[in-house]
């Protein structure tokens, strides 16, 4: 099957007992069991649910993996894949990660002894040359937020596992999704997703999602997702598996039209910088054509006028984008890291990755470019 095909039938079947073509909501805790210990695949919802089986069959089929695993959040899942390892073991992670991810690495895991490593994943010695005999992760983001920069994730697992082939390396799909790009085909050993973002797709669930194509890998993974029980629930899951069956639809529009955003801002004379992949100017340019079929729907841009007055004037006057946190969603949203996603990170830290006042990202929906844009120039020319 071909992408588009998967993302709707992919590890599907209809449903045995009617034949319901839609996946039904199995709103259960438990199953009955016709003998001790004799059941019909599922015994308690934690471990395993039908709606959330049909979601996790989905996304392993849309990713090229074998085995899938659905959490309550994107947090949930990465948790799961840290507690893999062990006190005293090394993970080398990108120096720009999402916030989220670095607050649980520096101020849960660090604490029970975890040693993490951040990098500028741009360039893969970077990645090589922190590898020491106690990494046990590599874990990377591509694209990053909100600088949107590119790690070469097939260089990276390739010059890492020469160097040592038991080192696991986990990629964060979010802001690509496999529509773009495929980890586990360039030689990655996890996906990860905010599900809550392009998965979901409709700003309407919180969600994580993780993928691998190892049987031994998938159950380690699936032992400490019900042992801990971040799980996602039947409705959410639901709500995720309808999501999929449009991404490639998505996707295709939302990168559509952060290309024709992106250009647009590239040329305005209230604009000094675009940050977006496909734009020939972006620093990883190269590597993104490579590795990925398009280049997506976020796009950050910098405002001439440097003050936060003027970003906080942007703001207020958009009338389609809407100011709020999160991505990935039919509707275009706005976001200023600096008082928003970032606001935690120390000015030096923030300033060295380039997050500055007038920094201002983008999360490009799905609705007619041209208001899009319209609604883009009345508000930076207010
Ligand atoms: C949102 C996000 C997460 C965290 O996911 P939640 O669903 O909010 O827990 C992780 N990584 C990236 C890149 C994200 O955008």
Redesign the pocket.
Known sequence: MKFNTKTIHGGQKHEEATGSVSTPIFQTSTFAQTQPGINRGYEYSRISNPTRKALENSLAAIENGTHGLAFA????A?DCVLRMLNPGDEVIAGNDL?G??YRMFTKLFQKYGFKFRFVDMQDATNVTNAISDATKLIWI?TPT?PLLKIADIEKIVTTAKAKNPNILVGV?N??ATPYLQRPLDLGADIVMH????YIGGHSDL???ALVVKDAQLAKELHFIQYAAGAVAGPMDSFLALRGIKTLHLRMQRHSENSKAVASFLNEHPKVSAVFYPGLESHSNHEIAKKQMNDFGGMVSFRLKDASIEAAHTFLKNTKIFTLAE??GGVESLMSHPITMSHASIPEEERLELGITNSLIRLSIGVEDVEDLMKDLEQALTK
């Open positions: 959040s994107g947090l949930a990465i999402y989220g991810t983001e937020n964060d979010t802001f905010s599900a809550t973002k919180i969600m994580g999160s991505l």
